[in-house]
Nanobody
């Protein structure tokens, strides 16, 4: 079992930045691919980014175009998502997730989920 707790969400104006954090506890953190997903109101959950177990590989959804950066710290059992140049369409609940089966952009392949943190971007 892995427990994930997100923090760092909030309200910002377009063009602003936020840093989301996800604290993990439970099973060996470094065994898992970690990902961030988001879900806007009335829309399906979508893949944002993921990072391999040692941080050596990162994967990003095309829509981000270099605005977001994922990182992890296996000593502190933390994963981070730096959000820059935010747009109103980035407004969503952002979820941290862990996958034991390797990288996937499908939320169905992730075994554990946090409760989510709200990001609201105003124009």
């Amino acid at each position: 079992q892995v427990q994930l707790v997100e923090s760092g969400g909030g309200s910002v104006q377009a063009g602003g930045s936020l840093r989301l954090s996800c604290a993990a506890s439970g099973r060996t953190f470094s065994n898992y691919v970690l990902g961030w997903f988001r879900q806007a109101s009335g829309k399906e959950r979508e893949f944002v980014t993921a990072i391999s177990w040692n941080g050596g590989r990162t994967y990003y959804a095309d829509f981000m175009k270099g605005r977001f950066t994922i990182s992890r710290d296996n000593v502190k059992n933390m994963v981070y998502l730096q959000l820059n140049s935010l747009k109103p369409e980035d407004t969503a609940v952002y979820y941290c997730a862990a996958a034991s089966s390797g990288y996937s952009s499908s939320w169905r392949q992730y075994n554990y989920w946090g409760q989510g943190t709200q990001v609201t971007v105003s124009s």
